[in-house]
């Protein structure tokens, strides 16, 4: 079935939409407004192939008990979480997407922003075996697992969020590639910005983590073609420099960042 151009406003209890058995939902510029409940988007399925797809949604001003999209099979493309709250359900949270972790369940998020959620649990926006592209994770605020574990990223933005624990952990060997990690703080009594479990691989390539706040020093796995701080502990990788990557703010010019007065 195809939902498009519905407006979902001022709902309370459990989730707003929900799928399951073997239906395969799609949700088309939908929006998701000042609901208090459970869950916004639920996809229970447990039948192989049975996803459900979000394109072109927005899930805005939601307080959530539990998590905003649950489970998996979830494909969400071009699709906004911003200023949502919430986060009591066992840790999870606002904007939070959990594969099911008995069966080989995925979510993916392509082109996908997330901003300015509010996490009061544990977790942070996005976690559990999901898979990011082309997304920006900007100025959110969450728990001790920060705003991305468990997560592959590629080609995305995290900037300005605010932790009590790493920004980006890994907790099944991840991978960051083609990402700038730039501007987020972690506020607890240790970690890096970035940090991998122990016995857990994170690597990272072609990837710029700099000019953040933490308590220790970023630990990465495996490292190749990055940039990053100087005090960062790598296991292995080459090309990895520590040089200022002289990052250009949004809206400003290079010729205006060399002659701020001009």
Do not use: W
């Not at 082109?111 to 976690?127: H, K, R, Y």
């Amino acid at each position: 079935s195809t939902s498009v151009n519905v407006l979902l406003i001022h709902n309370s209890g459990g989730p707003v939409f929900s799928s399951t058995g073997t239906q395969k939902p799609t949700l088309k510029n939908c929006k998701f407004v000042e609901n208090r409940c459970s869950a916004v988007l639920s996809n229970s399925s447990n039948g192989s192939g049975y996803m459900c797809n979000a394109r072109d949604c927005c899930f805005v001003s939601n307080t959530i008990s539990g998590r905003a999209v649950s489970l998996g099979y979830l494909n969400l493309t071009n699709c906004v979480f911003t200023g949502n709250s919430g986060g009591s359900d066992g840790g999870q949270v606002a904007c939070y997407f959990k594969s099911k972790e008995e069966t080989p369940m995925t979510a993916t998020c392509i082109d996908c922003t997330f901003s300015n959620n509010l996490s009061t649990a544990a977790n942070g926006s996005v976690g559990n075996k999901v898979t990011l592209k082309n997304c920006r994770i900007i100025g959110n605020k969450g728990g001790a697992k920060g705003q991305l574990n468990g997560c592959n990223v590629y080609n995305s933005l995290i900037a300005g969020n605010t932790a009590t624990g790493p920004t980006v952990s890994a907790f099944s060997n991840e991978t960051i590639a083609n990402c700038t990690i730039v501007g987020n703080t972690n506020t607890g009594a240790g970690g890096g910005t970035v940090a991998a479990a122990d016995g857990i691989t994170l690597s990272c390539v072609n990837t710029i983590v700099k000019g953040n706040a933490a308590p220790a020093a970023d630990t990465i796995t495996f490292a190749t073609n990055c940039c990053l701080e100087a005090t960062a502990q790598v296991g292995t990788g080459e090309g990895n420099v520590t040089d200022d990557p002289k990052l250009v703010k949004a809206g400003d010019t290079a010729e205006n960042q060399e002659n701020p007065d001009a």
